[in-house]
């Protein structure tokens, strides 16, 4: 009963069948607890732990009801995720970050009910669990799956990837360093940006006469 009554009066973090993320407060011997906002933590058990968290950091996980009736805590979100997705192409969504996972990318909660990925070519920066992102959707699979970037629709894109372009040119004393003819793998790590988009920031950037290009760099005007 008194259980009952906190929850009332108090406001959780996450409500059944919902994902959320969570600060891992304490580990026992059964499992980790964690803070949801209440004054009791919430159990997160070892059985539905898809691997061993830390004190202090925050999981990405579901929230279901046991046997007994006690609220719990899983990090296993496919049963709270639907495999009916009704997103479109080119929506914007919330994505929340429950993994990074290298060589493949950036792991989502997509508007809080379905698997999506940033893939990892498509990724510029760091990313944290718990990082809530706005992304756009450029693919829907089958089961529920969507493919998504953080970046807009190329023609809405170009001006902000110019414009960090020309900033990271004069971060370099007013050289880049290399320019179009450059292997795609250069160009993603100098500047986080994929050939085709570095291709087309370089373009605006030529056409304002902000930039000269040729001998293998491209330099300040």
């Known amino acids: 009963m008194k259980d009952e009554r906190i929850y009332a009066l108090e406001s959780p973090l996450i409500r059944q069948g919902e994902v959320a993320p969570l600060r891992v407060k304490a580990l026992t011997d059964f499992g980790a607890f964690l803070d949801w906002g209440l004054e009791k933590d919430l ?12 004190v202090g950091e925050t999981v990405v996980v579901g929230l279901y009801t046991d046997k007994t009736g006690r609220p719990c805590a899983s990090m296993r979100l496919k049963r709270f995720v639907s495999e009916e997705c ?35 070519q498509d990724w510029r920066g760091t990313a944290c669990v718990g990082d809530r992102i706005e ?31 020309l900033e990271l040119i004069r971060e370099r004393g007013g050289r880049l360093g290399f320019d179009e003819k450059a292997d795609p793998e250069t ?13 087309r920031a370089v373009g605006r950037l030529l056409r304002d006469a902000l ?6 760099d491209i330099v300040l005007n």
């Open 135 to 165: 992304a756009r959707v450029t693919h829907v699979k089958p089961g529920g799956k969507v493919d998504l970037s953080p970046r807009k629709k190329a023609y809405k894109q170009i001006d902000e990837d110019a414009e960090m372009l």
């Open 43 to 54: 159990l997160l058990p070892f059985k539905e732990q898809t691997y061993r968290p830390r």
């Open 86 to 120: 009704d997103l479109k192409r080119d929506m914007t969504v919330e994505a929340l970050v429950y993994e990074v996972r290298e060589g493949t990318g950036v792991l989502v909660i997509a508007d809080g009910k379905y698997f999506g990925l940033i893939p990892e």
């Open 187 to 199: 160009v993603r790590r100098q500047t986080g940006l994929t050939k085709a988009s570095f291709k």
């Open 211 to 216: 930039i000269t290009e040729g001998d293998g």
